[in-house]
């Protein structure tokens, strides 16, 4: 049986940091936030990475990321373009409103289906996920006949920025498995308390604990028919929209809804943290730093 590999969602803007934070270096040795990711991933059993980049971007990452990591672990370029796999009336419409956003972490799995034919995880570039997360979910798609999806969730206290908002998706859990997805795009922290404020202007307060996923994902490589025909039925509702994206929670809430997959809920004792806005990368820094001087890594993950 193939090893895991690791799916690396890394096309993102960074509208909200002010810049492309996929490649801000962040560790003594001008490693990224990714590398530590890769690095976990690789200890834990994952045989290949498939990063999902934009094209503009590609000579720049390839110096900053690849050329690092490439020499370690099997890796390959995915490429999320504006016109991949949409359909010509939808590129139309999207080129006459002047639509620039991209479509979202559903497309940009959707666009790396042809580089995955083993179970695999799916992380974002500017999150940093922790040992003991791709350990258990290594060990989990690692295990033969893969069927179910899996998640590994984060307490909400855990993941928020004190920049500004930040966006969650709220996990129900039952008997060890997922339930749902609610997307919330606007959670903050006021006070002691913890809300999300709907586009109404509605709050709805968050305990502390509640479980939220932040894009650490386990499938097995089966669900591709069906995550294109969910992608497929959002284009056909909000593909002519300006900003609408496909979320890959909501795909995810999608196929439990649907009874398409199972989705395993695991747990693991690991911290999150990223870098949503540009303030937070101090912190970013030093957390990296301080798990250096702990010996969980080395000072130069790939130099050693």
């Known amino acids: 049986m193939k090893g ?23 560790g003594k040795s001008g490693e990224v936030l990714l590398d530590y990711s890769v690095y976990d991933a690789k200890r834990a059993g994952f045989t290949k990475v498939v990063f999902i980049i934009r094209r503009d971007i590609e000579k720049d990452f390839r110096e900053i990321v690849l050329d690092r990591i490439g020499p370690t672990i099997p890796c390959e370029l995915a490429f999320q373009d504006m016109d991949s796999l949409i359909p010509a009336d939808i590129l139309e419409e999207s080129s006459r409103i002047g639509r620039t956003k991209p479509w979202g972490t559903t497309h940009a799995l959707l666009c790396a289906k042809g580089k995955i034919d083993a ?11 922790g040992r003991e997360a791709f350990e258990v979910l290594g060990a989990y798609l690692s295990s033969p006949d893969v069927q179910d999806g899996a998640i590994v969730p984060y307490s909400l206290h855990k993941t928020l920025s004190p920049q500004g908002t930040v966006a969650r998706g709220v996990c129900g859990i039952q008997n ?3 339930t749902s997805v609610d997307e919330l795009t606007a959670i903050a922290r006021e006070g002691d308390r913890i809300f999300n404020t709907g586009a109404d202007g509605t709050k709805r307060e968050l305990s502390e604990d509640t479980p939220v996923s932040m894009n650490f994902w386990g499938f097995p490589a089966r669900i591709f028919p069906d995550l294109q025909r969910y992608f497929d039925e959002f284009l056909a509702v909000s593909g002519k929209q300006l900003k609408t994206e496909c ?3 909501l795909a995810a ?11 395993r809920v695991l747990r693991a004792d690991s911290d999150w943290f990223g870098v949503t806005y540009k303030e937070d990368r101090e912190s970013a820094v030093k957390r990296i730093s301080s798990l250096v001087e702990e010996g969980v890594y080395p000072s130069s993950l790939w130099n050693r």
């Open 4 to 26: 895991p590999i690791l799916v690396v969602l890394a096309a993102g803007v960074g509208s909200r940091y002010g810049g492309l934070k996929q490649m801000d270096r962040i």
């Open 247 to 249: 979320y890959l929670p």
């Open 253 to 263: 809430d999608w196929f439990i809804k649907n009874k398409l997959l199972n989705i």
């Open 176 to 178: 060890g498995y997922l």
């Open 119 to 129: 179970p695999f995880a799916v992380i974002n570039a500017d999150d940093f996920y």
